[in-house]
């Protein structure tokens, strides 16, 4: 098992990528902690966690409350792999974006990727451990109605190239995980909500359908395990060949 005896913090924890992670971690040996908003979703990943074995345990907080991720990072006595999947989504040109929405996306997508990085930090300089931050490839080309959300993953992927630099002579991996469009609760709600089509969701990409929760959490896992020990500073993206366009 590639992730056996190790412990991973998993932010977003409570549905579609991060859950997927927390699950296919399990199964290569880790021990979970999921971080959301929602405990009723946390304790559905964690049902799923034992049930592939792992053990697991649940912090309901915003990744964006600097007081509550810096509280939950030091009653850790030890964390391996950090992944900061906690992400949302705005679907707006520019002009039309609420200040509120980009204001709450980048505290969501940025901040609580910086606080949660921040924290957990010294904790991964004792274990030699890896972050991976799950970006998106709208972090490296333009998706239109998305400005916020594209503008929020392109400063994690900078953020993760920056963190890469300053921590791989203490030993820290920090790597980016770039999705194309996955089937996930977020897909439902977009098409059924803002009236988007799935068929044109999944024409994006050439491989002409959705990526999976499972698919992306595959990447994960090769980005926090050894299989991975020569990658720093990088992105991986698993996008069906959307960016190839």
Known sequence: MRLAGKHALITGGGSGIGRAVAERFALEGASILAVGRTQAMLDDTAELVRAAGGEASTAALDVADADAVAALCERLDRLDVLVNAAGIVSTFTVPDTPVERWDEVFATNVRGTFLMSKHAMPLLRESQGAIVNVASVAGL????????????????????????????????????????????????????????KLEDLEARQPLGRLGTAEEMADGALYLASAESSFVTGTELVVDGGMTAR
């Open 141 to 196: 080309v333009g998706v239109p109605n998305r400005a916020a959300y594209c503008a929020s993953k392109g400063a994690v992927i900078a953020l993760t190239r920056a963190m890469a630099i300053d921590h791989v002579r203490e030993g820290v991996r920090v790597n980016a995980l770039c999705p194309g469009t996955t089937q996930t609760p977020w897909i439902e709600r977009l098409v059924a909500e803002q009236g988007e």
